[in-house]
C-alpha cells in the first residue's frame, strides 16, 4: 500500500492538474512600459520564463533561450519574468543583465510576485506555455527548459522544445510537467 501511495504522488507530479491565469501587466524594462498579456491573444502561444539576473543556472540557458525563440519566430511570444526583490534583481540589473546577454524579448519586472503567485513559480529559470483561452490563458506546459542546465551539448531531453512542437502540431503534451531546477525565488 506505501508503494502504491508513493507511486501515485510520483505520478501527480508529473501530470499537469487544468490551470488557469488572467490576463497581466507588467513592466517591460527594455523600454519603461506597461505591457499586458492580453496583447498576445492572437499568437498561438507564450511562453512565461521566470529568470534572474545573478541565479547562475539562468546563464547557461541564454543562448538556448535565444535559439528558441529564433526556431519559433512569430508563432510564439516569449516573455521573460523577473520576481525577484533582492538588490540585485533590480529593474536597473534586469535591464543591464538583458542588453549584455543580447536577449531581444520583453523583460518583465513582477516585483509585486503577482504573476509568480497565479502561475505557482518557485524556481529560475522555470517556465511556463500558455495557450490564449477567452480572457484567460491556460496552462499546458510547466517546468524545466531541460534536463542538463549545466551542459548544453549533454541535453538527452528538451523538455520546452519537445512541448512546444507537440503544441503546435496539435498533439497532446507527452510531458506536460517536469521539475524545474535552479535557484528559488524567495516569496515577500
Do not use: H
Not at 542588453?99 to 511556463?128: C, I, T
Request: hydrophobic share 40%; net charge positive; glycine share 6%.
Amino acid at each position: 500500500m506505501k508503494k502504491l501511495l508513493s507511486c501515485l504522488f510520483i505520478l501527480s507530479c508529473f501530470t499537469l492538474q487544468a490551470q488557469s491565469v488572467a490576463d497581466f501587466a507588467l513592466k517591460n524594462v527594455m523600454d519603461g512600459q506597461t505591457l499586458s498579456s492580453s496583447s498576445y491573444k492572437q499568437k498561438k502561444a507564450v511562453v512565461v520564463l521566470f529568470t534572474s539576473v545573478a541565479c547562475p543556472f539562468d546563464g547557461y540557458y541564454t543562448n538556448r533561450i535565444k535559439a528558441l525563440q529564433q526556431k519559433y519566430g512569430e508563432q510564439i511570444t516569449w516573455l521573460l519574468v523577473n520576481a525577484y526583490t533582492e538588490s540585485p534583481e533590480s529593474e536597473e540589473w534586469m535591464l543591464k543583465a538583458a542588453q549584455a546577454n543580447g536577449l531581444n524579448m520583453p523583460y518583465l519586472s513582477d516585483k509585486d510576485q503577482q504573476v509568480m503567485n497565479a502561475l505557482g513559480a518557485q524556481r529560475s529559470p522555470e517556465v511556463f506555455v500558455l495557450k490564449p483561452n477567452s480572457n484567460q490563458w491556460e496552462v499546458v506546459y510547466r517546468g524545466a527548459i531541460d534536463d542538463n542546465a549545466q551542459a548544453e551539448n549533454g541535453v538527452r531531453q528538451a523538455f520546452l522544445q519537445n512541448a512546444i512542437d507537440s503544441f503546435l502540431a496539435g498533439k497532446n503534451i507527452g510531458t506536460p510537467v517536469t521539475r524545474a531546477s535552479g535557484c528559488y525565488i524567495r516569496k515577500k
